[in-house]
């Protein structure tokens, strides 16, 4: 007896297949049973130790010694702020006036103009 191919479902393949379902199902529940059965009991775990007042102190008085950062004021006085948008405030650099800019760029094309009459640019 040779059974050919067909265009319809295997059966005998999906009731293997459900009866090796069926049989992991019911291992996994018998395993699942035995742990519940043999199930020991788990230690808590310690408690977080409490810190003694002793050392309390000695934190809180530490923490007083130590430097605090120094803070910068956001808001300042309308005077102090148009003092400093006028360029001349701390941290500042100095801006050079326009004709020191323009001889600066003068002085620059000519030695522009000097490279390219020797080709070098």
Same mark, same amino acid.
């Given at each position: 007896? $040779?059974?050919?191919?067909?265009?319809?479902?295997?059966?005998?393949?999906?009731?293997? !297949?459900?009866?090796?379902?069926?049989?992991?199902?019911?291992?996994?529940?018998?395993?699942? &049973?035995?742990?519940?059965?043999?199930?020991?009991? $788990?230690?808590?775990?310690?408690?977080?130790?409490?810190?003694?007042?002793?050392?309390?102190?000695?934190?809180?008085?530490?923490?007083? !010694?130590?430097?605090?950062?120094?803070?910068?004021?956001?808001?300042?006085?309308?005077?102090?702020?148009? &003092?400093?948008?006028?360029?001349?405030?701390?941290?500042?650099?100095?801006?050079?006036?326009?004709?020191?800019?323009?001889?600066?760029?003068? !002085?620059?094309?000519?030695?522009?103009?000097?490279?390219?009459?020797?080709?070098?640019?």
């Amino acid at each position: 007896d $040779v059974k050919l191919g067909g265009l319809g479902p295997d059966y005998e393949a999906i009731k293997e !297949k459900k009866h090796k379902l069926k049989l992991q199902k019911e291992y996994s529940r018998k395993i699942k &049973e035995y742990n519940m059965k043999n199930i020991t009991v $788990v230690q808590r775990l310690p408690t977080k130790a409490q810190v003694s007042p002793v050392s309390r102190q000695k934190a809180l008085e530490y923490a007083k !010694k130590i430097p605090r950062p120094k803070t910068f004021m956001t808001r300042q006085s309308d005077q102090e702020g148009k &003092e400093e948008r006028a360029g001349n405030g701390p941290g500042f650099p100095q801006i050079p006036s326009l004709e020191t800019l323009w001889s600066r760029h003068e !002085k620059e094309k000519e030695v522009v103009a000097a490279f390219k009459a020797l080709h070098i640019l």
